[in-house]
């Protein structure tokens, strides 16, 4: 069973930066999309950035010009570069990775924004 696996969550204060990284324990084959979302407490989960195999991108409204999603195709390894990331940016961010067929969620990591 292929996994996803997350790093690069943490703790970081109000105008820092992240950089997430995810990728899969095996091959994943047919893959139509990565991507990232987020859970906060008490919210449901939401797209952050969603990334097609042709480089196609698109942002929730709330990360446009601050978070930049990115793919190293080789490795089917996405990433998510962070930038001045407020406190309501906080939460579990899960990997996502959309096949023909199925997806696979990796399990969160924890980003916390202190202000």
């Known amino acids: 069973q292929v996994q996803l696996v997350e790093s690069g969550g943490g703790l970081v204060q109000a105008g820092g930066s992240l950089r997430l990284s995810c990728a899969p324990s095996?091959?994943?084959?047919?893959?139509?999309?990565m991507g990232w979302y987020r859970q906060a407490p008490g919210k449901q989960r939401e797209l952050v950035a969603r990334?097609?195999?042709?480089?196609?991108?698109n942002y929730a409204d709330s990360v446009k010009g601050r978070f930049t999603i990115s793919r190293d195709n080789a490795k089917d390894t996405v990433y998510l570069q962070m930038n001045s990331l407020k406190p309501e940016d906080a939460g579990v961010y899960y990997c996502?990775?959309?096949?023909?067929?199925?997806?696979?969620w990796g399990k969160g990591t924890l980003v916390t924004v202190s202000s």
């Open positions: 990334i097609t195999s042709g480089g196609s991108t």
């Open positions: 996502n990775v959309e096949r023909v067929g199925m997806d696979y």
């Open positions: 095996g091959s994943i084959f047919r893959i139509n999309a």
